[in-house]
């Protein structure tokens, strides 16, 4: 008889822990958050960044994933009731990954253009940047992008720069980032790099003295914002509502000012 008592006990116990455990709200999965989205994963906004990219998507010394873009993404998937998952890919790949259904949104300072716009909707602006003409601190040849012509800058073929800098006359040089372009900018193998300011300017603050400056700047900012497929308009607007509220609480000001000591999200 006693042995049948604890068997009941036991079997209680195990159904109230798996109950506990499946009405736990801590699962956005189980709850059935972002079922509404057409989420990758359940309960999880799966976001598509470089990792590369200092000081929006990047690695710092401990290996962690940090940057502005990633805390941005994390304080909408916060907002939304979702966790968040990073899969980090190469630029030149990620539209087609977002295409493929291999993620949910790029977080990754994706500039909104109209050619994009034709295939992808975006989110609100979360950062209002110029774009910058980048050469070596003893080149007073380029100071406008007219200048640009018959010079060869080094760009990432699928970013806007690349066509910006075709436009302007340059011979472009393929480079998978940043890094690349301004490797190649200071060995004097290319004449210049266009590039957002803020790129430009983290880049000073954090490795200077570089021995490049600015030489100038375009008349219109950039913006960047979350990317989406044109089926994703449900996860779009509610990103859009999140990202209302990170600006009217001051998240998004104050994420911007540890990374770039001023608000450049507006």
Known sequence: MSRRITALVLTAATA??????????????????????GLVKAGTLTV?????YRPFSFHDQSGDLVGFDVEIAEAVADK??????????QWDAIFAGLDAGRFDVIGNQVSINP??????LFSEPYTVSPGVIVVTEDDDSISSFDDLAGKTTAQSLTSNWYELAEESGATVEAVDGWAQAVALLQQGRVDATINDSLTF???????GPTGLKIAAETDEPSLSAFAFTKDKDALAEAIDGALAELREEGVL????????????TQ
Do not use: M
């Open 16 to 37: 109230l822990a798996l109950t506990a455990c499946s009405g736990g709200a801590a699962d956005p999965a189980a709850s059935g958050e972002g079922d509404d989205y």
């Open 48 to 52: 598509a960044t470089e990792g590369t």
């Open 80 to 89: 939304l009731g979702l966790e968040v998952e990073f899969q980090e890919t």
């Open 115 to 120: 050619e994009r716009e034709e295939k992808y």
């Open 201 to 207: 300017l983290d880049y000073e603050k954090s490795e």
């Open 253 to 264: 000001a104050e994420i911007s000012e540890k990374y770039f000591g001023a608000d450049v």
